[in-house]
């Protein structure tokens, strides 16, 4: 038998968090968590049993494929249907591996050392029945009991999370006591837990492969764990966001200082938009998009903040940046003496491809804040509440522009009420964060009247259609609104075409990714990026 060289043994235990930094890369720090609970099989129409469970997973890992880093299974959610229920798992995880899709088992596997060493044949060796690409963990018989199974995980090119901060109020009083003997005395449970897992990171150079799970709603506790996550240079999974309560200011304020290692899991609300294959993976893009924003802004926060305790490596120094693009943004955005670039407003014609390049252009610069306005009118399918739009009532909207919270409003093709959020502009501008407003040519004229007395500086942009007959036929495909919807917005469209000579800057969308570079490169200038 050949004996690998230490350099081989090197490259195979950090193959997990490569793999898994490369696809956060390309995808951002999305994970979609494929949990067929009976309610949303039921929901979507399916029969609740384990072929139910399949036939829903694997949609889900459709919608997933090119929009998430990774996917995540709840094995309990097919462990109740017994043997069936792992076949079904089984074949999932077989046909993710076809198409490319990093797989993560969420067993919450632990025990005695012997015992658990059998989970390695379940799910690492390269005949494992249920071959994933990494698996979770308990520590609660000891962070050092998983040793064993954890080099087993590496060995074979494999990860594990390690759970170590969970959101249940029990789970924080256990996790946040101290220890009163052994390596960790007087720190937290999960403290020790943390540096334990830390150890087998140490070495490799980039993200490594054991990680933490650690919940996005525990908020503060953050801090009386004593763990902190910016210092960690594993992948850190964390659950909780969106259905569960926690929201982009929690991401902020838990993963304060980290560097593109933050994997956020996101299941039931996705799976709420399905079984429609197109409204699941705009759902999946939707909050994909705003997970990412959150923890660069997350990665932004700690940027002076100093180092300590935990590990001997900084994350600052080892873990790899979810992107180039977003490194370089950051190095450029978050120095000292920000320039104070002037606020973008575009605007365009319904159907001219506005939000289609807007995302383009933020997938490459998650730097970009682009503001989220308040509207009046109904959500489409796959929109996303505090994402798209904040979705208000009349009424509410009323009390807010009464209250003087909108830098502007209007009465958009006479069918809604729309506004743009004063307070959060003014905060991202005086950051010197890149800033961006979507609005109507109403809403740009608006502003072009108070930027003065705001004291804000604007440069307008303009999305110009390659003609009139392709915006007729983008607004048509799009399929979102009736033919009524339709007329009404090309009525629009003709008044806000001829104010284009208003504009500062024109770009004609005939390219997405030509049309998302010349966006780029407005914003780039004035924030001298
Ligand atoms: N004035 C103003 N217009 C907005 C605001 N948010 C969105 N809009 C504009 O309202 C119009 C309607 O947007 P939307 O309902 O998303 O659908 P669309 O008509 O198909 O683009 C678009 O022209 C948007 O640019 C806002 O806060 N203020
Ligand atoms: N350059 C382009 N070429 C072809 N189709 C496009 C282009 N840009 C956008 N689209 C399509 O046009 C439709 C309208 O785009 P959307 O981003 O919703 O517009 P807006 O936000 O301006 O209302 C969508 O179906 C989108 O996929």
């Not at 384990?50 to 995540?72: D, H, I, N, P, T």
């Not at 071959?131 to 040793?147: E, F, K, Q, V, W």
């Not at 959020?421 to 501008?429: A, F, G, N, Y």
Request: net charge negative; aromatic share 6%.
């Amino acid at each position: 038998m050949v004996t690998p060289s230490s350099e081989e043994l090197n490259a195979q235990r950090s193959d997990f968090g490569l793999r898994l930094s490369n696809s956060m890369a390309k995808y951002g720090p999305l994970c979609v968590g494929i949990d067929p609970h009976r309610k949303l099989l039921a929901d979507w129409g399916y029969n609740v049993d384990a072929e139910g469970a399949e036939l829903f997973s694997m949609r889900m890992l459709q919608a997933a494929s090119g929009c998430a880093a990774a996917v995540k299974f709840q094995t309990p959610m097919f462990e109740r249907y017994g043997s069936k229920g792992f076949e079904a798992l089984e074949r999932v995880l077989y046909a993710a591996r076809q198409m490319g899709v990093i797989t993560i088992v969420d067993c919450l596997h632990g025990g005695l050392p012997t015992t658990i060493s059998a989970i390695a044949d379940a799910y690492f060796k390269p005949n494992s029945p249920m071959l994933a690409d990494a698996i979770t963990l308990l520590p609660y018989y000891g962070a050092r009991s998983l040793n064993g199974l954890i080099s087993e995980a590496l060995d074979n090119g494999r990860g594990v999370f390690v759970a170590s901060l969970t959101s249940n109020p029990e789970g924080m009083s256990l996790q946040t006591a101290i220890r009163q003997s052994g390596d960790y005395q007087g720190h937290t449970v999960a403290y020790g837990i943390a540096a334990t897992a830390q150890k087998h990171n140490v070495d490799i150079e980039g993200m490594g492969s054991v990680g933490l799970i650690i919940g996005a709603t525990i908020g503060q506790w953050i801090q009386d764990s004593g763990v902190d996550p910016s210092q960690f240079t594993g992948p850190i999974l964390s659950p909780g966001y969106g259905w569960q309560g926690a929201e982009a200011k929690d991401l902020k304020t838990v993963f304060k200082g980290t560097r593109g290692n933050v994997l956020v899991t996101v299941s039931r609300f996705i799976a709420s938009h399905g079984p429609d294959i197109s409204a699941l993976k705009q759902a999946t893009e939707s909050i994909a998009l705003d997970v990412r924003q959150a923890l660069y802004e997350a990665m932004n926060e700690g940027e002076n903040k100093e180092k300590d305790g935990m590990g001997t490596n900084t994350a600052n120094e080892n873990a790899s940046a979810n992107s180039e693009t977003a490194a370089v943004d950051s190095a450029n955005v978050a120095q000292g003496d920000k320039p104070k670039g002037r606020l973008v407003v575009l605007t365009g014609p319904a159907g001219v491809g506005k939000g289609t390049v807007e995302n383009a252009m933020r997938k490459k610069h998650p730097g970009v804040w682009l503001s989220v306005s308040a509207t009046t009118r109904k959500p489409r399918p796959g929109e996303v509440n505090g994402v798209n739009y904040w979705f208000l009532t009349d009424q509410e909207f009323s009390a807010k522009e009464n209250k003087g919270e909108f830098l502007e409003t209007a009465l958009v093709h006479g069918l809604a009420r729309y506004g743009t959020p004063l307070k959060p502009v003014q905060e991202h501008l005086a950051e010197g964060v890149p800033t961006l407003l979507e609005i109507d040519l109403q809403g740009a004229r608006r502003i072009k009247e108070r930027a003065a007395e705001l004291g804000v500086d604007v440069v307008y942009v303009f999305i110009a259609p390659p003609s009139f007959d392709e915006l007729v036929r983008r607004l048509k495909g799009r399929g979102t609104e009736s033919e009524a919807e339709v007329n009404k917005r090309l009525e629009t469209a003709k008044v806000e075409l001829a104010a284009e000579n208003e504009f500062d800057v024109t770009i004609v969308n005939d390219n997405v990714d030509r049309a998302a570079d010349e966006l780029w490169s407005v914003i780039a200038r004035e924030y001298g990026l």
